[in-house]
């Protein structure tokens, strides 16, 4: 019973994980174009620097993923990544509030 306990954890962690991994690509989608506007000489507004910053924080949520998939190797660091991860956000779970705020 507690190996399928375990086994379905992983599993509905899996698909939480994939699930936040497509909103953010689907949330990236408009990022080229809005990239090139000032390339192509346009200005950006105050809304589009603040979409763009939006953007730049969703990539960076997302480019970890993508630069271990890329590697050769990778599928053999995926369960070190995994426990990496894990340990950065138990080590920021435990840290005390008044350390976290500015």
Do not use: H, I
Not at 57 to 67: A, G, T
């Amino acid at each position: 019973m507690a190996k399928a306990s375990v086994v379905s954890r992983m599993l509905a962690s899996q698909k939480r994980q994939a699930r936040g991994f497509v909103a953010d690509v689907v949330r990236m989608r408009g990022l080229m174009p809005l990239l090139m506007k000032n390339r192509n000489g346009d200005k950006w507004t105050a809304n589009e620097k603040s979409e763009l910053l939006d953007q730049l924080r969703v990539l960076s949520r997302v480019s970890p993923y993508l630069l271990f998939l890329l590697l050769p190797g990778s599928a053999l660091l995926l369960p070190v990544y995994a426990w990496w991860l894990d340990r950065r956000r138990v080590r920021r779970a435990a840290r005390p509030v008044s350390e976290t705020l500015p």
